[in-house]
Nanobody, 118 residues
Framework: QVQLVESGGGLVQPGGSLRLSCAASGFTFSTYTMSWYRQALGKERELVASITSSGGSTNYADSVKFRFTVSRDNAKNRVYLQMNSLKPEDTAVYYC???????????WGQGTQVTVSS
């Protein structure tokens, strides 16, 4: 079965760092664009970062540019989100997303909570 399992969330102080991981299984990982979304309490889900199937291109929301880095390891079927200089505004549930390169097919993880607070 298809699975996306996020890990690495938790409580961190402003200015701190956190690394999220997403383990994928049950599909051909290397044919999917991988993305990280987040949803703060009472707000809409937003795209944070994405990376192409080969890892050759990335894009970021303006709010996280220069602070977050998305990467992937196709040999391990994993995608990562390195988050530095965290701000309270980054507090949200972070979701891993897989989107097929050619077909309208999409998978979602269950999310991991990130809380930035002193």
């Amino acid at each position: 079965q298809v699975q996306l399992v996020e890990s690495g969330g938790g409580l961190v102080q402003p200015g701190g760092s956190l690394r999220l991981s997403c383990a994928a299984s049950g599909f051909t990982f290397s044919t999917y664009t991988m993305s990280w979304y987040r949803q703060a309490l009472g707000k809409e889900r937003e795209l944070v970062a994405s990376i192409t199937s080969s890892g050759g291109s990335t894009n970021y929301a303006d709010s996280v540019k220069f602070r977050f880095t998305v990467s992937r390891d196709n040999a391990k079927n994993r995608v990562y989100l390195q988050m530095n200089s965290l701000k309270p505004e980054d507090t949200a549930v972070y979701y891993c997303n897989a989107k097929h390169v050619f077909v309208l097919r999409e998978y979602w993880g269950q999310g991991t909570q990130v809380t930035v607070s002193s």
